[in-house]
């Protein structure tokens, strides 16, 4: 689900240095992981925007407190 007010490809890319294949099959249905493997989704189209969100918080939190 695209975020407002944001490019889906800067945001996509940011998902992808972000998380771990473990991580991203976390968040993902078997179906949605499959679309993801074969290239015909991103995460960006995968994920909610209450989830991007979470992903770029949890991050942030933890390289402050590095």
């Known amino acids: 689900m695209p975020v407002s007010g944001y ?12 998380l771990t294949d473990d991580e ?3 968040f993902l249905t078997d179906a949605e992981w499959e679309a993801y ?5 991103s995460l960006v189209d995968l994920l909610s925007s209450s989830e991007i969100k979470r992903i770029f918080d949890r991050r942030d ?3 402050s407190e590095e």
């Open 61 to 63: 939190v933890a390289a």
């Open 37 to 41: 493997q074969r290239g015909d989704e």
């Open 7 to 18: 490019d889906p490809e800067d945001i996509d890319d940011m998902l992808e240095s972000r």
């Open 24 to 26: 991203k099959a976390q």
